[in-house]
């Protein structure tokens, strides 16, 4: 899979990496922008007030499968009144678009593939774009939850921060998430 990520950071540029160790052909683009013409798929990793700005540095967008790995932390990230990012993200780039990557730290991207049980992925997004996503995720040594249409990307964006608060709260350090079933009684 040809991939283009726009953001070099800790989400952007070490999912870059696995990508690229998994075979996928990756460039990487960071605040210079560039073209995204070539890309089967592209992710956006940059923090979410600079969403707009991003976009607008890169061509080739029109018609992309967009993954959407920001977060919406603070008031006053929604740019043009969206209900969400990721449906800015689909109304600027005219193609499918997931929310997906946003919900795992960064920083435990590498771990995933030693971990006991695959970590989840949680996605919303758009049919079109769950064969990319489902992959990708795969790729990296995780396991694809789907959580509905694009629709549901700002309870997405919403429950980041929940996340957050919840693993503060829990003082173990970064943590990955698994939905399980109970044990048969």
Do not use: C
Not at 161 to 179: E, K, N, P, S
């Amino acid at each position: 899979m040809k991939i283009t990520t726009i953001g070099r950071g800790t989400i952007g540029g070490t999912l870059a990496r696995l990508w690229r160790s998994a075979g996928h052909d990756v460039t990487e683009l960071g605040r210079d922008g560039g073209d995204a013409a070539g890309a089967d798929v592209v992710l956006l990793a940059v923090p979410s007030a600079s969403v707009p700005a991003a976009l607008s540095q890169v061509t080739g967008l029109s018609g992309k499968l967009v993954i959407d790995a920001t977060n919406r932390l603070g008031d006053g990230d929604l740019p043009d009144g969206q209900p969400s990012i990721a449906e800015f993200v689909k109304a600027t780039t005219n193609g499918p678009t997931a929310k997906a990557f946003n919900l795992n730290f960064g920083k435990l991207f590498d771990q995933a593939q030693n971990a006991p049980e695959p970590p989840h992925n949680l996605w919303v997004g758009d049919e079109d774009a769950r064969a990319a996503v489902e992959q990708l995720t795969r790729d990296i040594g995780m396991e694809a939850v789907h959580g509905g249409p694009l629709t549901s990307a700002a309870a997405q964006e919403a429950f980041a921060q929940l996340y957050i608060t919840a693993v503060q709260d829990l003082d173990a350090g970064l943590l990955f998430y698994r939905f399980f079933a109970p044990k048969p009684q």
